[in-house]
């Protein structure tokens, strides 16, 4: 079956501007988790969502936020980007909130640079 | 969620097994460990979970001592394709959650 799908792979933006990303789950999976990978900080979780609320919360500005649609599809959205949003953003699905059997699946993230 | 240990790098000869330890002296009796690896540029993959009992799937096997504080991950036959970072992680499953992602063993398999 389809893997966790996350459009687009790489995206370049400038200071200021704001990005939307998204994120496909695996077939029958409502849980969508949202994770930030940089070199310093390494992986830190942004949010979750299930049926369409969002569960959890990370320790992120108002500038980030995200949304899931009815059916599970998740979008990010970041505003007034800053250079330190640079990084890869990973998304994770589940069957519902919590670990399943066989843990969370990535998608290959987004490589967003922010110039 | 309780914190791990795990170092920070390690070497293994291809065709070998690969022993990856991490300390969770504080995990509490409903914490699960949980096993990913991350090779680069991909997503985190998940391997292996436990609780109490020791666990083998296709991928590897999870040895939990007795009192929890400490695990082993095994892979019995380590492949050049196995080289990444391996986290460790402690957390319950119930409920909304997140994982917190230490900064992992970089394991490098050589030929």
Request: glycine share 8%; with cysteine.
């Amino acid at each position: 079956k389809a893997g966790v799908t996350q459009t687009p792979r790489y995206l370049i933006k400038t200071r200021g501007q704001q990005v939307t990303l998204s994120c496909s789950p695996i077939s029958g999976h409502r849980s969508v988790s949202w994770y930030q990978q940089t070199p310093g900080q390494g992986l830190q979780f942004l949010f979750e969502y299930f049926s369409e609320t969002q569960r959890n919360k990370g320790n992120f500005p108002g500038r980030f936020s995200g949304r899931q649609f009815s059916n599970s599809r998740s979008e990010m959205n970041v505003s007034t980007l800053e250079l330190g949003d640079s990084a890869l953003y990973l998304c994770a699905s589940s069957f519902a909130p919590g670990q399943s059997n066989y843990g969370y699946t990535f998608g290959s993230g987004t490589r967003l640079t922010v110039v | 969620d309780a914190k791990t240990t795990q170092p920070t790098s390690m070497d293994c000869a291809e065709g070998r097994a690969a022993n990856l330890p991490c300390n969770h002296s504080t995990i509490s009796g409903n914490e699960y460990v949980y096993w990913y690896r991350q090779i680069h540029s991909q997503g985190p993959q998940y391997i292996i979970h436990g609780l109490k009992n020791n666990e083998t799937n296709e991928m590897a096997s999870l040895i939990i001592t007795e009192d929890r504080k400490s695990s082993t991950l095994i892979l019995p036959h380590a492949t050049l394709r196995d080289t990444a970072v391996y986290y460790c992680i402690v957390l319950i499953i119930q409920g909304a959650q997140k994982l917190v992602f230490g900064q992992g063993t970089r394991l490098t398999i050589n030929p």
